[in-house]
């Protein structure tokens, strides 16, 4: 047990002021913040021979604990102002001012750390993006280059390398890198998505593909990769496959099974879309779904016929629905039916089309030779 801990319902009064930085400094190890400071707090700032620059760097290392970054930037500046020589202090310095977004700051900050640099790569990591932030993109790129060749392990530096590739727009750099430092590290499923996704956005689809595809075979079950992956097949619009994707997911997230058929219906192919429909769980989507599907085979008796379903699931106060019935009535012939369901279609996106069937019938029923 901690000192901290083994002391952990005393009041700080209690101690004696030699002990109350000690205290403190054994509180923030454990992690107890806001009790840290509460203990600083007793301290008497005038007292003779008090070493203010431990005090103030406590207090702006409980402050950072607490994600109070403006108070804890202030207390570490005191710190340093009152002789804190410990390098280290300078990277608490930069991490506050990054995190504040004071770029220029944090830069210069970390140029007094020295070469702390050298076993602090988090230090390099907020050096080259707060000169990328600040459009100095030269400079970020040597601090990039320099975290590689002193942290060839981290591979930070590459995957950080893709992102600045990407936003220069060179593409086909990206892809290389990318293919490199997913060869290189110990690559997660969210490694594959975010630069694969980064390359289905740059609209480099083909390498966004390849490098999706390699991901789902070592993450066949990650619901993202597969999204991801098929929105790359369907922005070049490539329906079919992207619907292949989503079926094979739905092997382990039978949410796909409604979003697959949906594509296959798109892409044509009714059929296989039926299949899929009919293990559909949720009978509302499966129903409209159905009716769609059916519309699209003009299997218009079959699409009449499922009224009865339609009415038990609440559907028919779906316009949609009753405009499909409509005209699934009109294609076979069957007026009185298509003019009662069209009488429940008032939404302006479907009266047009209403509209329009009605004078079709209306034709059909004072020019019979046109519609035998």
Same mark, same amino acid.
């Given at each position: 047990?901690?000192?901290?801990?083994?002391?952990?319902?005393?009041?700080?009064?209690?101690?004696?002021?030699?002990?109350?930085?000690?205290?403190?400094?054994?509180?923030?190890?454990?992690?107890?913040?806001?009790?840290?400071?509460?203990?600083?707090?007793?301290?008497?700032?005038?007292?003779?021979?008090?070493?203010?620059?431990?005090?103030?760097?406590?207090?702006?290392?409980?402050?950072?604990?607490?994600?109070?970054?403006?108070?804890?930037?202030?207390?570490?500046?005191?710190?340093?102002?009152?002789?804190?020589?410990?390098?280290?202090?300078?990277?608490?310095?930069?991490?506050?001012?990054?995190?504040?977004?004071?770029?220029?700051?944090?830069?210069?900050?970390?140029?007094?750390?020295?070469?702390?640099?050298?076993?602090?790569?988090?230090?390099?990591?907020?050096?080259?993006?707060?000169?990328?932030?600040?459009?100095?993109?030269?400079?970020?790129?040597?601090?990039?280059?320099?975290?590689?060749?002193?942290?060839?392990?981290?591979?930070?530096?590459?995957?950080?390398?893709?992102?600045?590739?990407?936003?220069?727009?060179?593409?086909?750099?990206?892809?290389?890198?990318? +293919?490199?430092? !997913? #060869?290189? $590290?110990?690559?997660?499923?969210? @490694? /594959?998505?975010?630069?694969?996704?980064? %390359?289905?956005?740059?609209?480099?689809?083909?390498?966004?593909?390849?490098?999706?595809?390699?991901?789902?075979?070592?993450?066949?079950?990650?619901?993202?990769?597969?999204?991801?992956?098929?929105?790359?097949?369907?922005?070049?619009?490539?329906?079919?496959?992207?619907?292949?994707?989503?079926?094979?997911?739905?092997?382990?997230?039978?949410?796909?099974?409604?979003?697959?058929?949906?594509?296959?219906?798109?892409?044509?192919?009714?059929?296989?879309?039926?299949?899929?429909?009919?293990?559909?769980?949720?009978?509302?989507?499966?129903?409209?779904?159905?009716?769609?599907?059916?519309?699209?085979?003009?299997?218009?008796?079959?699409?009449?016929?499922?009224?009865?379903?339609?009415?038990?699931?609440?559907?028919?106060?779906?316009?949609?629905? +009753?405009?499909? !019935? #409509?005209? $699934?009535?009109?294609?076979?012939? @069957? /007026?009185?039916?298509?003019?009662?369901? %069209?009488?429940?279609?008032?939404?302006?996106?479907?009266?047009?089309?209403?509209?329009?069937?009605?004078?079709?019938?209306?034709?059909?029923?004072?020019?019979?030779?046109?519609?035998?």
């Amino acid at each position: 047990m901690s000192y901290a801990k083994d002391n952990d319902k005393k009041d700080p009064d209690t101690f004696p002021v030699g002990e109350l930085m000690p205290l403190a400094a054994m509180l923030i190890k454990d992690g107890n913040h806001d009790r840290a400071i509460k203990t600083l707090q007793t301290i008497d700032l005038a007292q003779e021979g008090l070493d203010l620059a431990r005090y103030y760097t406590l207090l702006g290392m409980a402050q950072m604990g607490l994600k109070d970054l403006a108070s804890a930037r202030d207390s570490l500046k005191q710190a340093i102002a009152n002789g804190q020589a410990d390098p280290v202090i300078f990277v608490y310095l930069a991490q506050a001012q990054y995190g504040l977004k004071a770029y220029q700051e944090t830069l210069a900050t970390i140029d007094r750390a020295g070469d702390v640099f050298k076993t602090y790569p988090a230090l390099l990591e907020m050096k080259m993006q707060a000169h990328w932030l600040l459009k100095q993109y030269s400079k970020a790129w040597d601090a990039l280059a320099l975290g590689e060749a002193l942290f060839p392990d981290n591979h930070k530096f590459l995957e950080r390398k893709i992102f600045y590739a990407l936003d220069l727009g060179l593409y086909r750099n990206a892809a290389e890198l990318g +293919r490199e430092y !997913l #060869a290189k $590290s110990v690559a997660k499923a969210e @490694d /594959f998505v975010a630069i694969g996704n980064a %390359l289905r956005l740059s609209r480099q689809f083909d390498e966004a593909a390849n490098i999706l595809e390699v991901a789902r075979l070592s993450y066949p079950e990650h619901v993202t990769i597969a999204k991801v992956l098929a929105h790359t097949y369907l922005d070049q619009g490539m329906t079919n496959a992207a619907a292949e994707i989503l079926e094979q997911a739905s092997q382990y997230h039978p949410e796909f099974i409604a979003e697959a058929a949906e594509l296959y219906k798109r892409a044509g192919r009714f059929y296989r879309a039926l299949e899929l429909n009919a293990q559909i769980s949720d009978q509302t989507t499966k129903l409209k779904q159905r009716l769609a599907i059916l519309v699209g085979l003009k299997q218009y008796e079959m699409v009449i016929n499922m009224e009865p379903a339609l009415h038990r699931n609440r559907l028919l106060n779906d316009q949609s629905v +009753r405009y499909a !019935l #409509a005209y $699934s009535a009109y294609a076979v012939s @069957d /007026f009185d039916k298509a003019k009662k369901h %069209l009488s429940h279609v008032k939404e302006p996106g479907l009266f047009k089309q209403a509209m329009e069937l009605q004078r079709l019938m209306q034709e059909c029923e004072t020019e019979k030779w046109k519609c035998a």
